[in-house]
């Protein structure tokens, strides 16, 4: 938010005073770490080995995980939703839905099987928070996918209710597999080249890993303890 500052170089001065130093002006300069250890994770791997690794890692986090390409991928997302138990169904309102082949799924084929289908509409307020809160299903695209933690990253913007990925009763991730990076530390890199490009970031940034769960009473891990109790990632061969 753009606006005035009032004061701020006395109060500025006025800490440096009471820590008895003078008030640095200058910027700091980001260190150059001798060892970056974080950078040699996964770090040749390609699209294939690092689906690999978040496969792997989904029977760790309880989710399930399906691949497929952009011909299948309506059929796919049927018979997920199917075994979810039907609608009804929230998701964003994104365009690559259309661009994927879905519409007729949404619009159509859902339809015909009295699934209701409510599509995040900004416009609206409070009544999107009341359709995520009562929804089966909660569908949402993963826009940067950590396969060594089995991590989908989501970035919230007028059209992509955070509420979607988490009042749902289950949760569907669709994950182009171009989005899959070795770990944090990547996706990371991505939202500081956005930020550098753009001059801003996403709203809200949600990293989500499978199904809600804790471990917090006597490390006995608990799944489907609030927020979604069962998840499901699709890969799509987008490449």
């Known amino acids: 938010m753009a606006g005035m500052i009032q004061n701020r170089d006395k109060f500025l001065n006025q800490i440096a005073s009471r820590l008895e130093r003078p008030r640095i002006s200058s910027s700091v300069e980001r260190p150059i770490w001798k060892f970056q250890p974080q950078y040699e994770v996964l770090k040749n791997a390609t699209q294939d080995e690092l689906l690999e690794v978040l496969t792997e890692q989904c029977k760790k986090i309880h989710t399930n995980i399906h691949v497929t390409d952009k011909k299948d991928l309506a059929a ?131 990293f989500i890993t499978g199904p809600s769960n804790s471990a917090d009473i006597e490390l006995n891990l608990v799944v489907g303890v609030h927020g979604p109790v069962k998840a499901s990632y699709i890969v799509i061969n987008d490449l």
């Not at 084929?109 to 809160?133: F, P, R």
């Open 76 to 206: 796919t997302l049927n018979n997920v939703v199917s075994d979810y138990g039907g609608g009804p169904i929230v998701t964003w309102k994104d365009e690559r839905f259309s661009q994927w082949g879905l519409d007729p799924l949404f619009n159509q084929v859902w339809s015909d099987q009295k699934i209701e289908v409510y599509e995040w509409d900004h416009l609206k307020g409070k009544e999107n928070i009341a359709k995520a809160e009562r929804a089966n299903v909660g569908i949402t695209i993963s826009e940067v996918t950590l396969a060594e933690s089995g991590t989908v990253v989501l970035y919230s913007d007028e059209n992509k209710g955070r509420t979607v990925s988490f009042l749902p009763a289950t949760y569907i991730a669709l994950i182009p597999k171009s989005t899959l990076v070795p770990r944090i530390t990547q996706a990371a890199q991505k939202m500081r080249e956005i930020h550098k490009k753009t001059g801003h970031v996403a709203s809200c940034i949600n």
